[in-house]
């Protein structure tokens, strides 16, 4: 019998991209957003694509790859000037943590995304569960370490009829070097295509980790 999974769960080392940029379409992405949220001043919308190589580097979900995206939000900020976010897409290739993600409010449905560096160029794609091909980014990267991070983030789901807002804690490493080179939307027909970003490219924040650990989730409380 397969074992419950039960919160909180530990990620370590997770190869990560994640980043932030201005939307083409601001009211089509803050239409996502339920009653009672509100965009951040600055429209920001982001997306993390990472992969876990391996079942050791969780507590029990096992091997998985994801990507998650949404909306920066006002007044939910944690940790000084990080944000509070809010899932709109979260696409992931373990069936089991989809369905542990999905139980908790979160957006949850199949996926898959990869990871690629090759000349100190990361390329990270995200297929859709069907194997539609959602977006492709590129990035600069570098194996230098420029600094060790710790925090939180705070992500804001819905549950129950109302809104919940959880804090996922994490330290990792973040390379130096870091650009975003190109962000692609490959699909225009589906959902997600409301949060493409703005020409030219304005990228608001980001990193590259190759090393990042997290607890899933951590304290959960109604908003």
């Not at 999974?5 to 530990?10: D, F, K, S, V």
């Not at 379409?25 to 992969?51: F, H, R, V």
């Not at 898959?112 to 091909?133: C, F, H, M, Q, S």
């Amino acid at each position: 019998m397969a074992q419950e999974l039960l919160p909180p769960q530990l990620i370590t080392n997770a190869r990560m991209l994640y980043f932030c940029w201005v939307p083409a379409d601001p009211e089509a992405s803050a239409a996502l957003l339920p009653t009672g949220l509100t965009p951040a001043e600055d429209k920001a919308i982001y997306i993390n694509q990472y992969c876990v190589d391996t079942d050791a580097q969780t507590s029990h979900f096992g091997a998985y790859s994801l990507t998650y995206m949404g909306l920066d939000l006002d007044g939910l900020n944690v940790d000084g000037d990080t944000p509070g976010r809010f899932w709109t897409h979260y696409f992931n290739s373990n069936p089991g943590m989809t369905a542990y993600a999905a139980e908790r409010g979160i957006p949850a449905e199949a996926g898959k995304t990869e990871l690629a560096i090759e000349n100190d160029v990361l390329t990270a794609t995200t297929a859709a569960g069907d194997g539609t091909l959602l977006f492709r980014t590129k990035a600069r990267v570098s194996d230098a370490i420029a600094e060790s991070v710790r925090g939180h983030l705070r992500y804001i789901t819905q549950s129950g009829g109302g809104l919940e807002s959880g804090r996922y804690a994490y330290v990792g490493d973040i390379v130096a070097g870091f650009e975003i080179q190109s962000l692609e939307f490959l699909a225009p027909n589906h959902p997600t295509y409301a949060l493409r970003p703005a020409d030219p490219l304005e990228i608001t924040f980001g990193f590259y980790s190759p090393a990042s650990s997290f607890c899933y989730p951590g304290g959960v409380e109604p908003l």
